[in-house]
């Protein structure tokens, strides 16, 4: 895809710039007239790189930045009592970009006017500039469009003279200087905004947001440990439970996504501060971190990856459960080639994860991005064994992130890491918590293919059998690609943690949902349910087919080789008609909030004994269990602690991940396996995320817990 020109740029962000204003200018106003020195001081460098900002608007320290922008500076902006951030935000945002290249705010020079003195006075120029070439700057969609005269000079200069006369049509290098101006200043208004209503409000915790961070955003994983003995085999019962318990799991982390704003915007966050956009391309160029244009396709992304890794697991642990109990040859073949399908499925979208995350995070510096592919496709720069020595957590990152690297090989890799983190613990810190949780899920997946290829015999991926589910999913990964561009969710999510203030992430997700129908016939969540029925459907109707033919393996195989594609919009009709037919019920991987859910979700347990505990159990638990917004955090430690305390064991598993089992005189017995965090420390969405699963599996509540 080509890189869009600066023109282009500005404009967009001067409409996200308006958009805003007009959804959140008076509440803006009202905050900022409530902010003492020191909270609008940390508003602007909260949005600065390295939170650095010009003291006065005669600060030389940034070099040209207050040629540029002097007017940004901590001494006017500010200042107590002063309104003149909110006068040149009104002048930004409500008037147009022609209006502002001719007048500046409160009667103040344009920003022709200023970069041309800037020039004269201040010796500011631009260095890559074309001979012949004019910038427009007419009120038309021209504006900042910059032409090069290629033959008759003299009859193209004479027809652009009125232009010229009128200071609208200006040599490139002064244009490209005056676009430059108004570009940051939309950008800067534009992320202050967000800093203005994230401080000012009320419905959310005061914290920095994810994009913002350089530490550690959540936790996945303290070390990796891969079956190190290839004689050591898991029998296929307790990998059903392991498939199960991460198909639990990936089912409330959906639950938890579509009804807590936190956990939303979080995930939305790291999808839109994690796009290949944002890694430079073969010239070293990016487009702007903060324009809205993708915060609806990052919305869309966020929520379509969570139903998606659901449902691949929902069918890995399917299948596994069909294999125990297949006893026919041609079925346990159809099947294995199934699971291997399904299997390297998961393992490339972990592995596509991984790569987004560190290709934006700790291992940018090593990706390019090829500017003129439709989906700005990531090529990794250099031979990563380079960083043996100097960085060997970055090499073996960088290793797992290469195409070529198969599940098989990313053992290799995986153990790589789990031994440097057993030597120095602190390297595993140094991890981004996205590049964390995404290093989890290959390791979670590549576990399970080696721990199966060690009790069954577990064939190659093939492309001609075992389709059934692949070829499917592909599909309908495309289909919903191909929507990016109809949905528009800024009334809710502009800026993103917009999602944070009441009943702004429950309209969203509606709308989504309603789009999606629109669009594809039915909503998201049946698209996944009804694929996974009716593959499961497939191969149990074919099981009796084979068996009443007594068909030979291999035909058996070959007769579910793919399904036959059809163009799409038959298929969008097909949904549309079954929805129409469809039982009043929810899917389970229903986006929307349902009545259904909220019975579900309102169940008490008042019936339950409380549990009589230690004072430092209690505390632990109604911090884990608080309706505050500001949870604060909980150290692991104490975590096992407080389960210990209450009688279950703590077995660890592969590294990060650890079974809790009950005690024998536990009225449930089930066991509960979670991830240790990195940062040693269960905090903001993950505390969230750890009581739901323990209310899911046990019950408790805050109330469930006495002190003795």
Same mark, same amino acid.
């Given at each position: ?41 940390? $508003? ?8 650095? @900002? ?150 959310? @915790?005061? !914290? ?18 891969? $079956? ?108 294995? !080639? ?10 490339? +979208? ?51 992130? !290469? ?18 983190? +057993? ?36 064939? $190659? ?8 589910? @692949?070829? +499917? ?83 058996? @195989? ?83 602690? $407080? ?52 209310? +899911? ?12």
């Amino acid at each position: 895809m080509a890189e869009p020109p600066i023109d282009s740029v500005l404009k967009e962000l001067h409409g996200d710039l308006c958009r805003k204003y007009k959804l959140h200018g008076s509440k803006v106003q009202q905050i900022w007239r409530t902010l003492s020195q020191d909270q609008r001081s940390c $508003a602007m460098r909260a949005g600065a790189a390295e939170g650095v @900002v010009l003291k006065h608007a005669l600060d030389s320290s940034l070099g040209n930045v207050c040629k540029f922008i002097p007017e940004w500076n901590l001494r006017d902006i500010s200042a107590p009592s002063s309104d003149f951030f909110l006068d040149l935000l009104k002048h930004r945002a409500t008037t147009s970009l022609a209006e502002q290249y001719i007048n500046g705010i409160n009667g103040r020079a344009g920003d022709h006017e200023y970069i041309t003195e800037m020039m004269r006075t201040h010796n500011l120029h631009y260095v890559n500039s074309s001979m012949d070439c004019y910038t427009l700057f007419l009120q038309s969609h021209t504006y900042g469009h910059s032409y090069k005269i290629l033959k008759d000079d003299d009859i193209v200069l004479a027809a652009l003279a009125p232009a010229i006369r009128a200071e609208l049509c200006v040599p490139q290098p002064i244009g490209e200087l005056i676009l430059m101006r108004q570009l940051y200043m939309c950008q800067l208004l534009n992320i202050m905004i967000e800093d203005v209503l994230d401080i000012g409000s009320t419905s959310r @915790v005061q !914290q920095k947001r994810p994009q913002k961070s350089t530490r550690s955003m959540s936790a996945a994983l303290s070390n990796l440990t891969i $079956a190190q003995t290839k004689s050591v085999k898991v029998e296929l019962p307790v990998l059903i439970l392991s498939a199960s318990d991460r198909k639990s799991f990936l089912d409330e982390y959906l639950r938890l996504i579509c009804t807590e704003p936190v956990v939303l915007t979080y995930n939305v966050n790291v999808w839109f501060f994690s796009r290949p956009e944002l890694v430079a391309d073969e010239r070293g160029r990016t487009l702007p971190a903060h324009t809205d244009r993708y915060i609806s396709s990052a919305f869309l992304e966020a929520i379509h990856s969570a139903v998606n890794a659901a449902a691949i697991w929902n069918y890995i642990s399917r299948l596994l459960e069909l294999l125990r109990g297949a006893t026919q040859k041609s079925h346990r073949a159809t099947l294995l !080639q199934e699971i291997s399908n399904i299997c390297h499925l998961e393992y490339i +979208r972990a592995q596509s994860a991984l790569r987004k995350h560190v290709s934006t995070g700790t291992g940018s510096r090593w990706f390019r991005r090829i500017s003129n592919t439709p989906d700005n496709r990531l090529v990794m720069k250099g031979n990563p064994e380079l960083l043996t020595r100097e960085n060997p957590q970055l090499h073996y990152l960088l290793r797992l992130c !290469q195409p070529e690297t198969s599940a098989s090989k990313a053992v290799h890799w995986i153990q790589k890491l789990d031994d440097l983190h +057993r030597s120095h613990p602190s390297e595993r810190k140094a991890l981004q918590g996205r590049e964390a949780d995404s290093l989890c899920d290959l390791a979670i997946i590549v576990s399970l293919i080696q721990s199966l290829s060690l009790i069954v015999k577990l064939p $190659a991926f093939s492309r001609k059998k075992g389709q059934n589910f @692949v070829t +499917r999913a592909v599909e309908l990964g495309a289909e919903l690609d191909q929507i990016k561009t109809e949905i528009d969710l800024t009334d809710f999510a502009t800026p993103i943690d917009n999602l944070l203030e009441p009943g702004m992430a429950e309209n969203a997700l509606k709308a989504l949902d309603q789009c999606i129908l629109e669009n594809m016939g039915t909503k998201v969540g049946f698209l996944y349910e009804d694929m996974i029925k009716d593959c499961i459907s497939r191969l149990e109707e074919k099981v009796i087919e084979d068996k009443a033919s007594h068909q030979a393996a291999a035909g058996f @195989v070959s007769s579910l080789s793919g399904t036959t594609t059809q163009p799409r919009e038959v298929r969008v009709q097909e949904r549309r008609q079954k929805e129409k037919t469809r039982p009043a019920h929810s899917s389970i991987y229903e986006i929307t909030p349902s009545a259904q859910r909220s019975v579900e979700d309102v169940e008490t347990t008042e019936s339950m004994q409380p549990l009589i505990v230690k004072s430092a159990t209690a505390e632990t638990f109604y911090t884990l269990f608080s309706k505050s917004e500001a949870r604060g955090s909980i150290p692991w430690t104490a975590f096992e602690a $407080a389960m210990a305390d209450l009688g279950f064991s703590i077995i660890p598993e592969y590294g990060s991940v650890y079974t809790f089992a009950p005690p024998a005189n536990f009225g449930l017995q089930k066991s509960i396996k979670l991830h240790r965090p990195h940062q040693s420390h269960i905090e903001g969405h993950r505390l969230l995320f750890l009581a739901s699963r323990l209310y +899911r599996n046990y019950g408790w509540t805050k109330s469930s817990f006495q002190v003795a």
